[in-house]
């Protein structure tokens, strides 16, 4: 497969999404948005930048509905970034110093509007963004009032549906993932720990085209340990099932993935389970349709695997979830959820199963559609992968 996808969003896309983030703050009733948030700010913005990992020199992003396109905050250190990657749609606002520089600066971009509008920020349901106090306190003030909210739900109303661009970069993405996993495993050694054999997985994935490798968790074993923590010394053994989870970062999107090998043989009890949890993470997706809520895809998920009378392992209490730039995103796919789910949001439906001296999921990642599931994932071999050593 060929990834000739352009390395980040067009001019275009990125204005698209300002004007349709501009109809919102209309609809929802909002004067303006600031956005605090890595995501967002790039989302929004396409401007790029590595100082993200320093918190001295804050960026932000301000979109007023009066006005078209959007002003960033940045420190004068990024004047020849911007001017390198100039986009006419996006206008710079540069200031000198540190956090109490920005806030200032973020204030005279908004002191057009008139004392008590309503203005929206980035932080609400998961979502964080980069909160300041200083910034809160700041635009409360006597001189403007302004009514301050969160505007969490009106982003995500539109970074859950993609675009062709998105849709195309997780694609991407998936491809990197699970070509790099299935064409390591040649690599495996008895006595590897997990560790090394992560490392050489990542190699593998910035060698086919990642910009990154965000998440990467590898696990040798038989099940029953944590699955979140950082690889660790644990070493190979015969007889072991290899679990890698894969966040691998193209453009701006993510894939969060799972797949799973056996080292050895195979019996016919774990052969045969691979197969059931396979069948019923397809049929999951093959069955969700625009219109569902996160808890219809729930029951569906409850009907299908309540065939056989088998535990089940499930992150959160969910058995799916979307994703796009960050690893997850709404909607939940779990009991109680009330978020619809739209057509062209990506969603991974991934149920996990422990049993028999194994570990079996195969995370799959498709593109919601009125006749059934986009896959976007080469999808996970119809027979347990095995690794003879």
């Known amino acids: 497969m060929a990834i000739s996808l352009p390395e980040w969003p067009s001019q275009e896309e990125v204005g698209g999404r300002i004007e349709r983030l501009r109809e919102n703050l209309a609809t929802g009733g909002l004067d303006a948005l600031v956005v605090t948030s890595q995501h967002n700010f790039e989302y929004y913005t396409g401007f790029r930048t590595l100082f993200w990992l320093s918190d001295t020199r804050p960026l932000f992003a301000v979109v007023r509905r009066d006005k078209p396109g959007v002003t960033i905050v940045a420190s004068r250190i990024e004047e020849k970034n911007e001017h390198?990657?100039?986009?006419?749609?996006?206008?710079?606002?540069?200031?000198?110093?540190?956090?109490?520089?920005?806030?200032?600066?973020?204030?005279?971009?908004?002191?057009?509007?008139?004392?008590?509008?309503?203005?929206?920020f980035d932080y609400g349901r998961d979502m964080l963004g980069r909160g300041s106090v200083a910034l809160i306190d700041s635009l409360r003030g006597e001189t403007s009032s302004y009514r301050l909210t969160d505007a969490a739900d009106l982003i995500w109303t539109q970074r859950m549906v993609k675009s062709d661009h998105e849709l195309q970069a997780v694609k991407n993405a998936c491809y990197i993932a699970t070509t790099a996993f299935f064409e390591g495993l040649p690599d495996l050694r008895i006595g590897m720990t997990e560790y090394a054999f992560g490392q050489q997985l990542k190699q593998r994935m910035i060698g086919l085209?990642?910009?990154?490798?965000?998440?990467?968790?590898?696990?040798?074993?038989?099940?029953?340990?944590?699955?979140?923590?950082?690889?660790?010394?644990?070493?190979?053994?015969?007889?072991?099932?290899?679990?890698?989870?894969?966040?691998?970062?193209?453009?701006?999107?993510?894939?969060?993935?799972?797949?799973?090998?056996?080292v050895g043989k195979a019996t016919a009890e774990q052969e045969d389970l691979y197969g059931y949890v396979r069948g019923v993470t397809l049929r999951l997706a093959e069955g969700i349709r625009p219109g569902m809520t996160g808890h219809d895809a729930f029951v569906l998920f409850e009907r299908l695997w309540s065939e056989r009378q088998l535990a089940r392992i499930s992150s959160a209490g969910r058995v799916g979830h979307g994703s796009g730039i960050a690893l997850t995103e709404p909607p939940s796919l779990m009991a109680g959820s009330t978020e619809v789910i739209l057509e062209d949001m990506v969603l991974h439906v991934e149920p996990k199963l422990e049993a028999a001296g194994g570990v079996f999921q195969v995370e799959e990642v498709f593109r919601v559609?009125?006749?059934?599931?986009?896959?976007?994932?080469?999808?996970?071999p119809e027979r347990l992968p095995i690794v003879e050593l």
């Not at 998440?215 to 923590?229: D, E, H, I, N, T």
């Not at 559609?369 to 996970?380: D, H, M, N, Q, V």
């Open 209 to 262: 085209g990642a910009d990154s490798v965000d998440w990467l968790p590898v696990r040798f074993g038989r099940g029953g340990r944590s699955y979140a923590q950082p690889n660790s010394g644990v070493r190979l053994e015969l007889d072991d099932f290899v679990w890698a989870d894969i966040g691998v970062r193209r453009a701006d999107q993510i894939s969060d993935l799972c797949r799973v090998a056996k």
């Open 369 to 380: 559609t009125s006749s059934g599931p986009e896959f976007l994932s080469p999808l996970a």
């Open 84 to 120: 390198n990657g100039r986009n006419p749609r996006v206008r710079p606002v540069f200031y000198d110093g540190f956090t109490d520089d920005a806030i200032r600066a973020v204030g005279q971009v908004l002191s057009e509007l008139p004392s008590g509008s309503a203005i929206g």
